[in-house]
């Protein structure tokens, strides 16, 4: 199901699950202020912080600290203490809190991935997608070059939309086009979504949800969906799932609109994909996976399920 767009409202809006990933705080181009108005306008269940939220590498090359980074931290506090829950997936930008894997911090609980059950029963692993990165895995240097270049592009889209604003256009991004006119930029990005396409299949889940590629997109790949968070520090958005288990795309931009979805030739959505985006999949008690966890599972912790009906496979999740 396609939903139309929808402006930002002063109402708070209840979810059941958020995702966000790549805020890159620690970094000049996060988007943290952006991000608060969003948290303060929304309250939900499950709250999914999915990897490179805090720079790491940035801090430890350059100390970049500003005020409304507290206040963000104290937001996601507040959030659970008021029976949210949250859960922290490590990426590769904030891999030093590796070591503290399965330990809780103030309600927050930290993973390297998580099975997530939507309130229909589908189920979605939910992971960063560094790991299957061969650039991440294998070239930790060039891996750093690609990131300065990217900083550098990203100082040059800032000055240019600053000049765009006065002339009176919108918002414009240069790496998004390029991430859409590069060959292999295109390459990589389709070699991407079919290796998480692949580790869905290996856990016998619905779907995944990852982030890591800064470019939020939503599709079907044959039978499992494909869903990326985007990141915050260009296209500001997030994944967000309501109380029947359908999941949207939202996105909040520079003239405060935020919708579901962008005209024709925006550079980080998807055309929707090859199928019936009503068809999530091929239920698991079909293949004799429902109810219970895929051997792929043994040891991921999984969230959601205690309140998720049982497997609806007419519903579907929205472009």
């Known amino acids: 199901m396609i939903s139309t767009p929808e402006q ?166 240069l790496a998004g086009y390029l991430k859409y006119k590069a060959k292999s930029a295109v390459k990589y990005i389709t070699e991407y979504e079919e290796a998480m396409i692949h580790m869905a299949h290996k856990h016998n889940v619905q779907g995944v949800i990852c982030g890591h590629i800064h470019r939020a997109e939503m599709k079907m790949m044959g039978k499992v969906a494909y869903l990326n968070c985007g990141d915050w520090v260009e296209s500001c958005t997030a994944l967000v799932e309501d109380f029947d288990g359908n999941i949207q795309l939202i996105k909040l931009h520079e003239n405060n609109a935020q919708h579901t979805r962008r005209g024709p030739g925006s550079y980080d959505s998807g055309d929707g994909g090859e199928t019936d985006p009503g068809t999530v999949g091929t239920p698991d008690h079909e293949r004799g996976g429902w109810p219970g966890r895929s051997p792929a599972d043994s040891g991921i912790l999984c969230i959601g399920h205690e309140d998720a009906s049982a497997p609806d496979y007419d519903s579907g999740f929205f472009l």
């Open 8 to 173: 930002i409202s002063c109402e708070k809006k209840t979810y059941r699950s958020v995702w966000i990933s790549d805020v890159h705080i620690g970094t000049r181009h996060a988007q943290v202020d952006a991000l608060l108005d969003f948290l303060k306008q929304i309250e939900c269940q499950y709250l999914y912080l999915v990897g490179d939220i805090i720079d790491g590498w940035q801090l430890k090359s350059k100390w970049h600290w500003r005020d409304d980074y507290n206040v963000f931290i104290q937001k996601l506090l507040r959030k659970s203490r008021k029976d949210t829950q949250i859960i922290y997936i490590t990426g590769n930008h904030d891999e030093f809190l590796e070591k503290f894997i399965n330990i809780n911090f103030g309600g927050i609980s930290l993973a390297r991935e998580v099975i997530h059950t939507a309130a229909d029963g589908k189920r979605y692993l939910v992971l960063h997608g560094h790991q299957f990165d061969g650039l991440t895995q294998f070239n930790r240097v060039l891996e750093k070059v690609g990131t300065k270049l990217y900083d550098w592009i990203l100082d040059f889209n800032l000055h240019f939309n600053r000049l765009r604003r006065r002339l009176g256009f919108g918002y414009w991004s």
